[in-house]
């Protein structure tokens, strides 16, 4: 089975570092990107970025370029999602997703990550 | 780069058709082929519908349907059903980069 497994509900502090993660198994890792969307509470869909596992090449979307770090390691299967100083603005759910190469759609996406900023 | 413009609601009984439309720009919607739907039902992650304008993945109803006009994407829904009932997103390619949608709430009377 095709499936992404991301780790569990994290809460910090504003100003704290964090890095989430994506487990991909059931297919080659390398064959498609991998990309992560916030939803903000009651709120839409938002595309953070996408990295090439294999090479680890990485796009963002410019409201988060700067904000946040895509990082993969192809030998494990898994990708990562990085603050270094969370604010309480970035209290969402995180999920990752496989992008299709050649059509560009989110066709597995993993349960979710839930991250709480709070003093 | 702007999320892409979908009504905030749509509705209609069982049985009905409902059209939900997605506006972008030649930069989006208009300059690829590459436009995904996505379903997602409360608490649960979203689940993609239609992804290159127009194709169905395994599994998904073929009253879901996917069409594209210019800069403007549209996902219809025929032969509303009471588990249709979501939100529905859309999806485009922009260049290294995707865009979502504002997100529709489809409900069934």
């Not at chain 1, 569990?8 to 100003?15: C, D």
């Not at chain 1, 570092?17 to 869909?45: A, E, H």
């Not at chain 2, 290294?96 to 504002?102: E, I, L, M």
Request: aromatic share 10%.
């Amino acid at each position: 089975e095709v499936q992404l497994v991301q780790s569990g509900a994290e809460v910090k502090k504003p100003g704290e570092s964090l890095r989430i993660s994506c487990k991909g198994s059931g297919y080659s890792f390398t064959n498609d990107w991998i990309s992560w969307v916030r939803q903000m509470p009651g709120k839409g869909l938002d595309w953070m970025g996408r990295i090439d596992p294999t090479d680890s090449y990485t796009n963002y979307s410019p409201s988060f370029q700067g904000h946040v770090t895509i990082s993969a390691d192809k030998s494990i299967s898994t990708v990562y999602l990085q603050w270094r100083s969370l604010k309480a603005s970035d209290t969402a759910m995180y999920y990752c997703a496989r992008l299709k190469r050649g059509h560009y759609d989110l066709d597995v996406w993993g349960q979710g990550t839930t991250v709480t900023v709070s003093s | 780069q702007s999320a892409l413009t979908q009504p905030r609601s749509v509705s209609g009984s069982p049985g009905q058709s409902v059209t939900i439309s997605c506006t972008g720009t030649s930069s989006d919607v208009d300059g690829y082929k590459y436009v995904s739907w996505y379903q997602q039902n409360a608490g649960k992650a979203p689940k993609v519908m239609i992804f290159d304008v127009n194709k169905r993945p395994s599994g998904v109803p073929d009253r879901f349907s996917g069409s594209r006009s210019g800069n403007t994407a549209s996902l219809t829904i025929s032969g509303l059903q009471a588990e249709d009932e979501a939100d529905y997103y859309c999806c485009s390619y922009a260049g290294s980069r995707g865009v979502f949608g504002t997100g529709t709430k489809v409900t069934v009377l």
